[in-house]
């Protein structure tokens, strides 16, 4: 919000909106590849608790700072203490703009008057498609580190996907810059959705690939009814669980033949992470430009409260997706997350496409 505000004081400058939602988006992946190096420093130089004490000093800090620059911020800009409805009504008419200002505004105590502020948008289509994106588990979590560990894969290779990933991000977010001032707003996300639908099809192909522990029915034959009633919350003095966990560790041994110690290959693995963090160059080039079109498309009264609304869409999404996870917790099911996850990838491409032809 304050991104478009401080970009606009001399009109409207979708170049420089880009740009700087281009370079804060870079910072915020340059952050994901330095701070696990950083950790990692700490954790070899010093004991688990000196690490905690300085992190712990480093946050408190870092948020005294970060309320500090926002201030300073926000008293030196006049534009960030004055409302202007007419800055922001960039792609709609300024009358149906006021219009609907006037008739949200009377309904904003209700929440299915903020629902219809945001379904009302013309951008809807498109921030769907954005909240569709976060119902997965094709991203760097836990959820993709646990499953690699599951087959064997050590923590520096873990790491180094995660890195590339980031470093992808990096470069999806600088680019996203560049291909908006060659092919406009609307087509670079065409683009970084294309490409993110595209190389996420090899995370569905790796389910059938040599080293993939895709056995559903093995799974679904030992949930017997002695472990569907196993107590949902274990006791506090005893974590041991009756049932061997899925992902138990195996041990990487042999580079020369792409093994693990048990002699499982890891093409699947292999080819799920590579999908992974390439995609994430389109990933985030998709991300910027809804981000973008939203920010333009939608009046600064009404800002806010859709930008809210989205937010709490995509972590619904996101909840969802760990729910999935908690219902099929095993390696042997993982295979059904990813095609579910690949098709919400895909519902969200074609809901942005859907607001392109629109």
Not at 57 to 69: P, Q
Request: aromatic share 12%; charged share 10%; proline share 4%.
């Amino acid at each position: 919000d304050w991104a478009v505000v401080l970009v606009n004081e001399r009109g409207v400058m979708n170049r420089r909106l880009a740009k700087t939602n281009a370079i804060l988006t870079g910072l915020d992946q340059f952050a994901n590849v330095v701070s696990p190096l950083l950790l990692g420093a700490l954790l070899s130089f010093s004991t688990l608790r000196t690490t905690c004490i300085i992190l712990a000093a480093y946050s408190t800090v870092s948020f005294i700072l970060k309320g500090l620059l926002l201030i300073t911020l926000y008293e030196k800009n006049e534009h960030l203490r004055k409302k202007n409805d007419n800055r922001t009504k960039l792609l709609a008419s300024s009358s149906d703009a006021s219009a609907t200002s006037k008739s949200i505004a009377s309904r904003f105590s209700s929440f299915f008057s903020v629902l219809s502020t945001y379904y009302a948008q013309p951008v809807f289509p498109a921030a769907l498609g954005l909240a569709l994106l976060y119902m997965t588990c094709l991203g760097f979590n836990g959820l993709d580190i646990a499953y690699g560990e599951s087959i064997g894969l050590p923590d520096n290779v873990l790491g180094f996907f995660r890195s590339f990933g980031s470093v992808a991000g990096v470069a999806g977010a600088l680019m996203y810059a560049v291909f908006e001032r060659h092919f406009g707003i609307r087509k670079t996300g065409v683009i970084g959705m294309t490409i993110q639908a595209s190389l996420l099809s090899l995370c569905a192909v790796s389910i059938w690939l040599p080293g993939s522990p895709w056995n559903p029915s093995a799974y679904f034959s030992t949930l017997t009814s002695v472990f569907l009633s196993i107590p949902f919350f274990p006791r506090i003095d005893s974590f041991e669980t009756p049932f061997p966990s899925p992902f138990t560790r195996k041990l990487y041994s042999d580079w020369s033949t792409m093994t693990t110690s048990d002699g499982t290959s890891v093409a699947s693995i292999f080819t799920f992470l590579i999908a992974i963090a390439a995609s994430r160059f389109g990933l985030w080039m998709a991300d910027l430009a809804i981000t973008h079109i939203m920010q333009v498309a939608t009046p600064e009264s009404q800002r806010n409260t859709v930008f809210g609304v989205q937010n709490a869409i995509c972590q619904t999404f996101s909840v969802l997706k760990d729910l999935l996870v908690i219902i099929l917790p095993s390696p042997n099911t993982f295979g059904i997350c990813i095609l579910i996850s690949y098709g919400f990838k895909c519902a969200g491409a074609g809901s942005f496409f859907y607001y392109i032809m629109k």
